[in-house]
């Protein structure tokens, strides 16, 4: 009865946070098998504080951008989690998993559908070696939500630029092709204030060779940028280009005289 009681509530947590994950929670994708069989594996994160979101390959799409998703099953799991795990792991890995009569492992894959994101994917070569992976590197995943949320608030903490190229004007002369009004927005989501400086590259596709760049001379645009600000410019020297052809520009913006590109936007264009 007191086995019954516990599943009930485990349940009932799980079926709450499953209503809207938490950047605190853990999302599972599991099928059916690996949930029932995984009821000490779900109980030991709920016990321990965690909020945890059991997905299915129905509704996975909404929940795979989570901080931290942990993935139970192999490349043969039913339900469709295999397909998953089999886009996810390296061909030697699925072979190991499928061809070695009691394998199991842990495999961690960053950044796969978000940044910041850590993906842990618990498989083995039957349901019995996934749940014992499971149970023997739950810990594991637990110290990961942790440090998950260290890197969501180190980046929170950081100055988040965006630059777009919204437009620009080529064209072909006499002798020479020209490129110039090149506007461009920028916006700062972030909480430091920057003194932007505009970089413009150009290259001659498709071998890449950089033809322009006004890395080395005075940028095109500089001044202080404050938090939350938009900004709308515009380059407008003329760049002339030696031959007709296809070609990409490349805007990039730093932090005064610092080397580090903040952000960047290329834009692809031909002349003649």
């Known amino acids: 009865m007191k ?10 947590v799980i079926s709450m946070a499953a209503s809207a994950a938490t950047q605190t929670g853990i999302v599972v994708l599991a099928n059916d098998i690996d949930y029932n069989l995984g009821f000490d594996f779900f109980a030991y994160f709920v016990n321990n504080g965690h909020n945890v979101t059991r997905a299915t390959v129905a509704n996975f799409d909404a929940l795979k951008t989570e901080p931290l998703v942990v993935v139970l099953g192999g490349p043969d799991a039913p339900e469709g989690v295999g397909h998953i795990v089999d886009n996810l792991l390296e061909e030697s890995d699925r072979e190991f998993l499928r061809n070695a009569p009691g394998s199991n492992a842990m495999y961690v894959k960053t950044n796969v559908w978000k940044t910041p994101q850590t993906v842990v994917v618990l498989a083995g070569n039957n349901r019995q070696d996934t749940n014992e992976i499971a149970m023997e590197k739950r810990t594991e995943v637990i110290n990961k939500t942790a440090a998950v949320q260290e890197e969501i608030a180190e980046i929170a903490t950081e100055t988040e630029i965006i630059l777009t190229i919204e437009d620009e004007t080529h064209g072909w002369a006499t002798n020479n092709g020209y490129v110039q009004n090149i506007i461009y927005t920028m916006n700062n989501k972030g909480t430091n204030t920057i003194d932007a400086a505009i970089d413009l590259y150009i290259y001659e596709l498709p071998s890449s060779e950089l033809v322009y760049s006004s890395a080395d001379v005075e940028p095109h645009w ?3 940028f404050n938090p939350n600000m938009n900004r709308y410019a ?5 760049v002339t280009l030696a031959a007709k052809g296809n070609y990409r520009l490349e805007l990039r913006v730093r932090d005064g005289t610092s080397s580090e590109v903040l952000a960047s ?6 002349i003649g």
């Open 222 to 224: 500089n001044e202080t």
């Open 265 to 270: 936007d290329t834009k692809e264009f031909s």
């Open 234 to 238: 515009n380059i407008t020297e003329k």
């Open 3 to 12: 086995k019954i009681l516990a599943a009930v509530a485990v349940l009932i």
